[in-house]
C-alpha cells in the first residue's frame, strides 16, 4: 500500500508527483475538509489556556472515557499553571492507567498535565473537614 498526494479538479484526483500506477487500480482517498468548523465542548472558551494545552485536555479526557469509570475531571487554573483532578470510586484500581494515559498524551503531544487521582471517599473527607483543597476542585471546570 502507498500514499501520493492528490488534488481534486473538474472531477478527477490527480496525482501532484510522478507515479507509475497500472490502469485499472483501485484505491481509497481520504480528505480534509476545508472550513469545516469542528464543534468545541462547552468548557473549552472558561479555560485560559493556549489551544494546544486544550486539545491535549480533550484528549486525555476522551482517552480516559474509553479506559476507566471516573465521576468527574475537573482542572484548576492558578497563576502557576493547572492542574487536573480525576474523580473516581478507587483511585487504586485507576491510577496506573490515567498515569499511562497522561503520559502518552505528553508524548504525542509534548504538553504535560499534572494529574492528580483522587477517590470520592477522600473528596468528601476534605469536605467535611473544611479542607481549602476540597473548595479548589469543587470551584474547577468539568471536562468530562
Given amino acids: ?32 475538509e476545508k472550513n469545516v468548523k469542528i464543534q468545541k465542548p462547552s468548557w473549552w472558551n472558561k479555560l485560559n489556556l493556549e489551544k494546544r494545552k486544550k486539545e491535549a485536555l480533550l484528549n486525555f479526557s476522551k482517552e480516559i472515557s474509553k479506559k476507566v469509570i471516573f465521576n468527574d475531571i475537573k ?11 480525576v474523580l473516581v470510586e478507587n483511585e487504586f ?19 504535560y498535565l499534572p494529574i492528580q487521582v483522587i477517590s470520592q471517599r477522600r473528596l468528601q473527607r476534605w469536605k467535611e473537614k473544611g479542607n481549602p483543597v476540597y473548595q479548589t476542585i469543587d470551584n474547577g471546570i468539568s471536562i468530562k
Avoid at 23 to 32: D, N, S
Avoid at 93 to 111: D, F, H, P, Q
Wanted: aromatic fraction near 8%; avoid cysteine.
Fill in 1 to 32: 500500500m502507498k500514499a501520493v498526494k492528490v488534488v481534486f479538479k473538474n472531477g478527477v484526483f490527480i496525482p501532484l508527483e510522478d507515479l507509475e500506477v497500472p490502469e485499472g487500480t483501485e484505491g481509497i482517498v481520504v480528505y480534509v
Fill in 93 to 111: 484500581e485507576s491510577l496506573k492507567t490515567i498515569m499511562e494515559t497522561a503520559l502518552k498524551i505528553y508524548e504525542s503531544s509534548g504538553v
Fill in 75 to 85: 482542572v484548576t487554573q492558578n497563576e502557576e499553571g493547572i492542574e487536573v483532578f
